[in-house]
């Protein structure tokens, strides 16, 4: 099989796991529980208003669930990089290579709203980006061009890097509306010293 057929199987597999977790925060939303709200009262008890069982299952398979789904991501990364390797030299890939001048970080997630585009697409608090789909440190000057690449990218996926732990994780975000405020569900700041 070769690498775009491999990468479209993956893409399809992502959607699936993607349905999946949609499905299951729908299940939490319905017992009025997060991923991280008790479910046992002051007294030790578990509570009556929601079906302890079913949620417990859910947070269970939704943790699984998105680790597969990074998973999926990395793979997805390494199988479009090898398509590019092979297609280069013959046919002019399609979207320009991003060439960064550093891997310094300009903006940072200061906060993640759970189930939202950003969530569901990888960013986690505190995650250093160095890359917003053509926007590095080198060619940033406000947030306003962090907002239009949102904009503009509205049902498409953004390839993004970050700083996660002192190593880069490539993400891909899809920003979109959501049953929350803006397109991504995400609290992103620029760095200390960036030009804003």
Not at 122 to 148: A, P, T, W
Request: aromatic fraction near 4%; proline fraction near 5%; glycine fraction near 6%.
């Amino acid at each position: 099989m070769d690498h775009h057929s491999k990468a479209k199987q993956l893409l399809q597999q992502r959607d699936e796991i993607d349905e999946k977790i949609k499905e299951l925060m729908l299940v939490l939303e319905t017992n009025n529980s997060t991923m991280d709200s008790p479910l046992i009262d002051s007294e030790g008890y578990p509570l009556n208003t929601i079906d302890v069982y079913t949620v417990r299952h859910a947070r269970h398979d939704l943790i699984c669930l998105r680790n597969d789904r990074t998973e999926l991501t990395e793979k997805i990364v390494a199988e479009m990089e090898g398509e590019k390797k092979e297609s280069s030299g013959s046919v002019a890939s399609e979207e320009k290579p991003v060439h960064r001048t550093s891997n310094t970080p300009f903006v940072k997630i200061s906060s993640v709203v759970e189930a939202s585009p950003a969530d569901v697409g990888g960013f986690r608090k505190e995650d250093l980006i160095i890359q917003y789909g053509n926007l590095h440190h080198g060619n940033f000057s406000d947030m306003q061009q962090v907002s239009q690449i949102t904009k503009e990218y509205e049902g498409k996926i953004i390839r993004v890097t970050v700083i996660r732990d002192n190593r880069p994780v490539r993400l891909e975000i899809r920003p979109a509306k959501w049953s929350g405020p803006g397109l991504l569900g995400c609290n992103i700041v620029p760095m200390a010293g960036a030009n804003v």
